[in-house]
T-cell receptor, first 113, second 115 residues
Framework: KQEVTQIPAALSVPEGENLVLNCSFT??????LQWFRQDPGKGLTSLLL?????REQTSGRLNASLDKSSGRSTLYIAASQPGDSATYLC????????????FGKGTRLSVIA | DGGITQSPKYLFRKEGQNVTLSCEQN?????MYWYRQDPGQGLRLIYY???????QKGDIAEGYSVSREKKESFPLTVTSAQKNPTAFYLC??????????????FGNGTRLTVT
């Protein structure tokens, strides 16, 4: 059964710093993985979807990588800003094919001005 | 604007009462999902539906029921059998593209408090 783990649970950094959020998953028979952002009391916003064939996906200051063989994904945020403060969640499919996503518990990021 | 609408935003109920949470999408998405989020926890899947008039249980379906009579609507009923119903409930939808997941779109959630 798919399990998703995110480390660290919380992270506080000064503005301008580059940072990496980590995600690991147990079932590597997946076609893709997704990263989301959640602001307090809100729903989730999709940030990046990485296909296993791509290994990496970029959107602005965000870059996500996927290594199926090691069961790991990372989200790199460049030049962090206070507006980046939120909880970041990664999610992997329950199994192969079009199956529901299993979520990690998230990393709560605080960027201090 | 296309999107997912969950209503109400806050809901208060007395213990022993059933309550229905609304989820409507105008994205023409095939699949719809209900997740539950508790403080400090990730999202847990309650039910999902990939086609009208069909749905599947997720990890924590006990005490919940759903229906999918229309493509755009997927209401969730929290019954009195659900032992710990107080939580933040999130509805989501996605396109079904063959064997691959497409980006998941979320509503803004309903916070249910049962006392």
């Amino acid at each position: 059964k798919q399990e998703v783990t995110q480390i660290p649970a919380a992270l506080s950094v000064p503005e301008g710093e580059n940072l990496v959020l980590n995600c690991s998953f147990t079932d590597s028979a997946i076609y893709n993985l997704q990263w989301f952002r959640q602001d307090p009391g809100k729903g989730l916003t999709s940030l990046l979807l990485i296909q296993s064939s791509q290994r990496e996906q970029t959107s602005g200051r965000l870059n996500a990588s996927l290594d199926k063989s090691s069961g790991r994904s990372t989200l790199y945020i460049a030049a962090s800003q206070p507006g980046d403060s939120a909880t970041y969640l990664c999610a992997a499919p329950l199994g192969s094919g079009n199956t529901p996503l299993v979520f990690g518990k998230g990393t709560r990021l605080s960027v201090i001005a | 604007d296309g999107g997912i609408t969950q209503s109400p935003k806050y809901l208060f109920r007395k213990e022993g009462q059933n309550v229905t949470l609304s989820c409507e999408q105008n994205l023409n998405h095939d699949a719809m999902y209900w997740y539950r989020q508790d403080p400090g926890q990730g999202l847990r899947l309650i039910y999902y539906s990939q086609i009208v008039n069909d749905f599947q249980k997720g990890d924590i379906a006990e005490g919940y029921s759903v229906s999918r009579e229309k493509k755009e609507s997927f209401p969730l009923t929290v019954t009195s059998a659900q032992k710990n119903p107080t939580a933040f409930y999130l509805c989501a939808s996605s396109i079904l593209e063959g064997s691959y997941n497409s980006p998941l779109h979320f509503g803004n959630g309903t916070r249910l408090t049962v006392t």
